[in-house]
């Protein structure tokens, strides 16, 4: 196939097969940050929004998707980063939840709400599972854990630490 003849599906499951720098378990579009795929002539245009303004990660991913789809033949990329609307862990796929969680990250518990009219502890401490027993009896440690879109809890029953994947 011509790669300047392939559709926006095609290139999206190409992308599919790069991954989060920091977390490799899941890749790029079942995070959700590939927003848009487009052709402009014979420049493919590929759109992302970041996890969170200034996320270290941004030009690592703009490498690897830039690198993937030059391998698939597709020479001319242009990268467009998009921030509004700002990226909300409801865009992250089922799979890539899922992913998250067999890698011992907690998958976002809820969807992101707006916080402005609950209590500090509703808005800071959702009930999250813990990913490798499954109890609900955990316990918030530090709002930052391995990355900034982390949190750090423990388990209570197997007392195992583990990262739970922040809401926004």
Not at 27 to 45: F, K, Q, T, Y
Not at 124 to 137: D, F, I, K, Q, T
Not at 145 to 159: E, H
Request: charged fraction near 25%.
């Amino acid at each position: 196939m011509d790669p300047r003849h392939a559709t926006s599906e095609q290139v999206l499951a190409w992308l599919d097969e790069v991954s989060d720098p920091e977390i490799p378990v899941i890749s790029v579009v079942d995070l959700g940050i590939v927003r848009d795929v487009a052709w402009d002539g014979d420049e493919c245009v590929v759109t992302i929004t970041p996890t969170y303004s200034g996320c270290p990660a941004m030009q690592v991913i703009a490498e690897s998707v830039t690198a993937e789809l030059n391998k698939r033949g597709i020479k001319k990329v242009r990268l467009e980063s998009r921030l509004s609307p700002a990226w909300t862990t409801d865009w992250m796929s089922d799979a890539g939840k899922a992913a998250l969680k067999g890698y011992g990250i907690a998958p976002p518990a809820q969807q992101a709400i707006d916080i402005s009219g609950l209590s500090r502890r509703e808005s800071l401490e959702p009930e999250v599972a813990c990913p490798r027993c499954g109890s609900m009896h955990t316990r918030l440690v530090s709002q930052f854990g391995s990355t900034a879109c982390k949190a750090l809890y423990q388990c209570l029953d197997c007392r195992e630490p583990f990262d739970y994947f922040k809401c926004h």
